[in-house]
């Protein structure tokens, strides 16, 4: 019961997390998306092993990958650069 209750909390929590960095200008999550690809990039570099994910994110992140359309392709892709491009013949 007190597992639940505190996996309910930590869900409300990431929600209202999520809700504030929507406020958030543009300019930085792009710093903060940075300064965390900095991050993965020296605890990679190091060898250090990512802690165990705790069943309240693993149920967020569940949530927060059905509101995005992974497989969607970017404006800014290869595929469309090349569309975009007059064919050469």
Do not use: N, W
């Not at 940075?34 to 994110?57: N, Y």
Request: charged fraction near 30%; charge should be positive.
């Amino acid at each position: 019961m007190i597992a639940s209750v505190k996996v309910v909390m930590r869900l409300l929590a990431d929600l209202l997390v999520l809700v504030v960095l929507m406020l958030r200008p543009r300019r930085a999550i792009a710093a903060e998306a940075l300064v965390l690809r900095r991050q993965l990039a020296l605890f990679q570099e190091r060898g250090i092993k990512p802690r165990r994910v705790d069943s309240a994110t693993r149920i967020s992140l569940a949530l927060l990958s059905r509101l995005c359309d992974y497989c969607a392709p970017r404006p800014d892709s290869e595929a469309d650069r090349r569309s975009a491009e007059p064919a050469v013949h």
